[in-house]
């Protein structure tokens, strides 16, 4: 799933609030993806996350625990200058669907 940064698809604008929001509407904007493609959160298996600062980084672990259950997908997070549109976060998924029999 290609960096999904906090979008509201509705508005093609970054959700406005404060960091907590933007990660989770980054989040949501890959849920809809992999539940478009037949899967559900927890078939991601590696996310890559870009932030603009490091800092912010207890509150993306926070949204995942929300999100994400035991075995966690891999991850790598990664502070980065800057980011299209001047989101503080993109987040990027690597999703494994079991073959249909």
């Known amino acids: 799933i290609s960096g999904q940064i906090p979008i509201d698809p509705k508005t093609g604008k970054i ?3 404060n960091f ?3 990660v989770n509407q980054a989040f949501t904007n890959i849920n809809e993806i ?14 890559t996350i870009y932030l603009t600062d490091l800092n912010n980084f ?9 999100l994400f ?27 494994q669907l079991e073959e249909s029999q």
Do not use: C, F, W
């Open 15 to 17: 959700v406005e609030g």
């Open 34 to 47: 992999t539940k478009a493609a037949g899967g559900k959160m927890n078939d991601i298996v590696k996310l």
């Open 58 to 66: 207890a509150i993306v672990n926070e949204a995942m625990l929300e």
């Open 69 to 95: 259950h035991q075995p966690y997908p891999a991850r790598a997070v990664i502070e980065i200058k800057s980011l299209p549109k001047a989101a503080p976060v993109e987040i990027e998924a690597v999703m």
């Open 20 to 22: 907590k929001d933007q």
